[in-house]
């Protein structure tokens, strides 16, 4: 390692790829000339936007009580009134930017700085374009998270909302706190808040255990960016929207930044993490992130010693049956896409079957609920500008319109059945629009979202994917379904790009595009026939095509079903483990 480079960090850099920090640090400029991935952008528009919508309402309810700081100002001004406003005693700053600290390193900006009126100093609160709570019924709990009120500074413990973990809010409170407390202006009470989407209450954070992990995290972190300590790459989640993933060091054309293939441009001075870790085998290609670290403290460090083991799990391991990460090893090598863990493959069938995707935008709203029945697909959709009331309307209909099917079958004596793939979204999407528009014509009310999703009825083929098969490239439907032979029309599907779509659909930024619509039309309408086609390919082919475990010199895992019991699980018609 070379030596020490004059360095900065903000608390942005606190999480994620270590690797990533260096490159950034090691090659500024590089990555100026390639294009920011839309969904980022997207996002940090949102976030943006919903800042000035918080300091907006908090300023216009006690004016007299902030300072907002100009956010035209250069850096050095910005930090200058900040330290103004603050040895002023302003009650309430927004928009405060702290001075760099050149020994340090540390820098950092906040979006409200409260004065502490009982202990003195200021407590830092940031406004963040996700959720820190969640609604709860106030039952008794082991423990209930501290809120204020948004306007009067009053924390107490709250019964009625549920934490929701973000380490990396804790994290940026903390460097916060000690960049205050250089100053002697941290407020003694140790704690931060933090301001979420909903914008309802201020979540306060006691930074009395914080302060010590980050203490660490940072140390290393500005030891990684000066230079002074080593880094490799090593595949995580983090590498899906990553430049350095498929651009290398020292690259002279922005081409390969947006290119999927594996193959470095030879215009590349290094070849990019990708293809790194192919070159080397690593053992991250098939278990990123976590599971990684800890096979590497095994001597595992490529693909083929994973394949390799013999003898008893990993004490440490925490991942699921060890068996089977040796298994995706194997499968990796000889070029599987998926195997089989069981003699037979079998998913729920029924008489009535509908496909469902949804379609939403941000946190706004799910503007697109697409169906398919009877090889016909039929959209449920709104294209007023989310958030809007017509949302209520669409999925007034769409709701309508599958108990109406579902009503039918049953009065004719049939099964049905309605399929998703990874529920997680459209269950969200059900309980809050259920929530968001009760009362209006169609909309169920929450016991009617529960009593289905809680069915036997609604099937997430997600769920029949991964109890049936190990998956060496992935679970995404984009990687499954073409297995079973479906491909996109669109060559550009996903859901980061929908965004995009969906914002020239509605003309958020320009005139509206039509043809961006029947983009999305025809992307959700591939969401739904992927499935279709998954779940048939389960029934008829997958047996057949599909190598099992004991390919792979593998065995069934103990602890689960007989084919017998499998006859009667549960949704998904997969096995599942005896507790």
Same mark, same amino acid.
């Given at each position: 390692?070379?030596?020490?480079?004059?360095?900065?960090?903000?608390?942005?850099?606190?999480?994620?790829?270590?690797?990533?920090? /260096?490159?950034?640090?090691?090659?500024?400029?590089?990555?100026?000339?390639?294009?920011?991935?839309?969904?980022?952008?997207?996002?940090?528009?949102?976030? $943006?936007?919903?800042?000035?919508?918080?300091?907006?309402?908090?300023?216009?309810?006690?004016?007299?009580?902030?300072?907002?700081?100009?956010?035209?100002?250069?850096?050095?001004?910005?930090?200058?009134?900040?330290?103004?406003?603050?040895?002023?005693?302003?009650?309430?700053?927004?928009?405060?930017?702290?001075?760099?600290?050149?020994?340090?390193?540390?820098?950092?900006?906040?979006?409200?700085?409260?004065?502490?009126?009982?202990?003195?100093?200021?407590?830092?609160?940031?406004?963040?374009?996700?959720? @820190?709570?969640?609604?709860?019924?106030?039952?008794?709990?082991? #423990?209930?998270?501290?809120?204020?009120?948004?306007?009067?500074?009053?924390?107490?413990?709250?019964?009625?909302?549920?934490?929701?973990?973000?380490?990396?809010?804790?994290?940026?409170?903390?460097?916060?706190?000690?960049?205050?407390?250089?100053?002697?202006?941290? %407020?003694?009470?140790?704690?931060?808040?933090?301001?979420?989407?909903?914008?309802?209450?201020?979540?306060?954070?006691?930074?009395?255990? @914080?302060?010590?992990?980050?203490?660490?995290?940072?140390?290393?972190?500005?030891?990684?960016?000066?230079?002074?300590?080593?880094?490799?790459?090593?595949?995580?989640?983090?590498?899906?929207?990553?430049?350095?993933?498929?651009?290398?060091?020292?690259?002279?054309?922005?081409?390969?930044?947006?290119? %999927?293939?594996?193959?470095?441009?030879?215009? $590349?001075?290094?070849?990019?993490?990708?293809?790194?870790?192919?070159?080397?085998?690593?053992?991250?290609?098939?278990?990123?992130?976590?599971? *990684?670290?800890?096979?590497?403290?095994?001597?595992?460090? $490529?693909?083929?010693?994973?394949?390799?083991?013999?003898?008893?799990?990993?004490?440490?391991?925490?991942?699921?049956?060890?068996?089977?990460?040796?298994?995706?090893?194997?499968?990796?090598?000889?070029?599987?896409?998926?195997?089989?863990?069981?003699?037979?493959?079998?998913?729920?069938?029924?008489?009535?079957?509908?496909?469902?995707?949804?379609?939403?935008?941000?946190?706004?709203?799910?503007?697109?609920?697409?169906?398919?029945?009877?090889?016909?697909?039929?959209?449920?959709?709104?294209?007023?500008?989310?958030?809007?009331?017509?949302?209520?309307?669409?999925?007034?209909? #769409?709701?309508?319109?599958?108990?109406?099917?579902?009503?039918?079958?049953?009065?004719?004596?049939?099964?049905?059945?309605?399929?998703?793939?990874?529920?997680?979204?459209?269950?969200?999407?059900?309980?809050?629009?259920?929530?968001?528009?009760?009362?209006?014509?169609?909309?169920? $009310?929450?016991?009617?979202?529960?009593?289905?999703?809680?069915? *036997?009825?609604?099937?997430?083929?997600?769920?029949?994917?991964?109890?049936?098969?190990?998956?060496?490239?992935?679970?995404?439907?984009?990687?499954?379904?073409?297995?079973?032979?479906?491909?996109? /029309?669109?060559?550009?599907?996903?859901?980061?790009?929908?965004?995009?779509?969906?914002?020239?659909?509605?003309?958020?930024?320009?005139?509206?595009?039509?043809?961006?619509?029947?983009?999305? #039309?025809?992307?959700?309408?591939?969401?739904?026939?992927?499935?279709?086609?998954?779940?048939?390919?389960?029934?008829? /082919?997958? @047996?057949?095509?599909?190598?099992?475990?004991?390919? #792979?010199?593998?065995?069934?895992?103990?602890?689960?079903?007989?084919?017998?019991?499998?006859?009667?699980?549960?949704?998904?018609?997969?096995?599942?483990?005896?507790?």
């Amino acid at each position: 390692m070379g030596g020490s480079r004059v360095s900065f960090l903000d608390a942005r850099s606190l999480i994620g790829c270590r690797h990533r920090l /260096r490159l950034d640090a090691e090659n500024p400029g590089v990555l100026a000339e390639v294009r920011e991935d839309p969904g980022v952008q997207q996002r940090r528009d949102a976030a $943006t936007a919903h800042r000035a919508k918080v300091r907006d309402e908090l300023v216009a309810a006690a004016p007299a009580d902030w300072v907002v700081i100009d956010p035209e100002l250069r850096g050095a001004a910005k930090a200058a009134a900040t330290m103004a406003a603050i040895e002023a005693g302003a009650p309430r700053i927004w928009g405060g930017l702290l001075p760099q600290e050149a020994d340090t390193g540390r820098r950092g900006g906040v979006e409200i700085l409260l004065r502490d009126d009982d202990r003195g100093g200021y407590i830092p609160i940031i406004v963040v374009n996700h959720k @820190v709570t969640d609604p709860r019924r106030p039952d008794p709990a082991d #423990f209930h998270p501290m809120t204020s009120d948004l306007f009067r500074w009053q924390p107490r413990r709250d019964k009625h909302v549920k934490l929701r973990p973000q380490p990396r809010d804790q994290q940026r409170l903390a460097h916060l706190y000690r960049m205050l407390q250089r100053y002697g202006m941290a %407020s003694p009470a140790l704690v931060g808040g933090a301001i979420g989407l909903v914008a309802d209450r201020i979540l306060v954070h006691d930074l009395t255990s @914080v302060l010590a992990d980050y203490d660490q995290r940072y140390a290393d972190r500005i030891a990684v960016v000066r230079g002074e300590l080593p880094t490799r790459p090593s595949k995580v989640p983090e590498c899906r929207q990553c430049p350095w993933w498929v651009r290398g060091p020292g690259a002279q054309s922005s081409d390969t930044a947006q290119s %999927s293939d594996t193959a470095q441009s030879s215009e $590349t001075a290094q070849p990019s993490c990708e293809a790194t870790l192919a070159q080397m085998r690593d053992v991250s290609l098939v278990a990123p992130g976590s599971r *990684a670290e800890v096979l590497r403290l095994h001597g595992i460090e $490529t693909v083929d010693e994973l394949a390799a083991w013999e003898g008893e799990d990993p004490d440490d391991w925490q991942h699921g049956p060890f068996a089977e990460t040796v298994v995706t090893a194997r499968a990796w090598i000889d070029g599987a896409p998926l195997v089989r863990r069981f003699e037979q493959v079998s998913v729920r069938r029924a008489d009535v079957e509908v496909d469902v995707d949804l379609e939403s935008y941000q946190e706004d709203g799910a503007y697109l609920w697409g169906t398919l029945l009877d090889d016909v697909y039929r959209p449920f959709v709104t294209w007023d500008p989310l958030p809007t009331e017509d949302e209520g309307r669409s999925f007034g209909e #769409f709701w309508t319109w599958l108990m109406e099917r579902r009503a039918e079958a049953h009065a004719a004596g049939k099964t049905f059945a309605a399929y998703c793939y990874s529920r997680t979204a459209e269950d969200k999407w059900l309980y809050e629009s259920a929530r968001r528009f009760a009362g209006r014509p169609g909309v169920p $009310t929450h016991e009617q979202v529960r009593a289905f999703v809680d069915s *036997a009825e609604w099937v997430d083929m997600f769920q029949a994917v991964t109890e049936q098969f190990i998956c060496p490239n992935g679970k995404g439907l984009k990687k499954i379904a073409p297995v079973a032979g479906f491909g996109w /029309r669109d060559p550009e599907a996903g859901g980061e790009a929908s965004m995009g779509w969906y914002r020239r659909a509605v003309g958020y930024d320009a005139a509206v595009d039509m043809s961006q619509r029947t983009r999305l #039309f025809v992307y959700n309408e591939d969401d739904v026939r992927a499935t279709q086609v998954l779940r048939d390919w389960m029934s008829k /082919r997958a @047996v057949a095509e599909v190598p099992s475990l004991a390919d #792979f010199g593998a065995v069934r895992p103990a602890g689960w079903d007989t084919q017998a019991e499998r006859d009667h699980a549960g949704s998904s018609g997969a096995p599942r483990q005896r507790p």
